[in-house]
Nanobody, 130 residues
Framework: QLQVVESGGGLVQPGGSLRLSCAAS????????IGWFRQAPGKEREGVSCISTSDGKTVYADSVKGRFTISRDNDKNTVYLQMNSLKPEDTAVYYC???????????????????????WGQGTQVTVSS
């Protein structure tokens, strides 16, 4: 079964850190991209960060630049999102999603559009509060 599963969410005080993990199963992270998205109550889902699983290129939303770092471990088939200096406005459900490129599929240059993502995780809650 092809899927991605997030973990690592929780409750943290402002200024604290968390590391989220996105583990892929049923496919390898060698061609495509993994994106992190978040959705706060009453708000639309927004893109947070994305990493190319072929060459490691990264992109970040302005709201998290300098505080969040996305990375990959292809041996573990996992992508991480290190979140530092967390703020209350970072509170949201965080989702990871995978875009797989394979022969015969339409190729999307990095970063791919949201519509290109094939597999979405169930989400992990991040709450930043004192």
């Amino acid at each position: 079964q092809l899927q991605v599963v997030e973990s690592g969410g929780g409750l943290v005080q402002p200024g604290g850190s968390l590391r989220l993990s996105c583990a892929a199963s049923g496919f390898t992270l060698d061609s495509g991209a993994i994106g992190w998205f978040r959705q706060a109550p009453g708000k639309e889902r927004e893109g947070v960060s994305c990493i190319s699983t072929s060459d490691g290129k990264t992109v970040y939303a302005d709201s998290v630049k300098g505080r969040f770092t996305i990375s990959r471990d292809n041996d573990k088939n996992t992508v991480y999102l290190q979140m530092n200096s967390l703020k209350p406005e970072d509170t949201a459900v965080y989702y990871c999603a995978a875009y797989r490129y394979y022969k015969g599929r339409v190729y999307y240059p990095f970063p791919p559009p949201r519509s290109a993502y094939d597999y979405w995780g169930q989400g992990t809650q991040v709450t930043v509060s004192s």
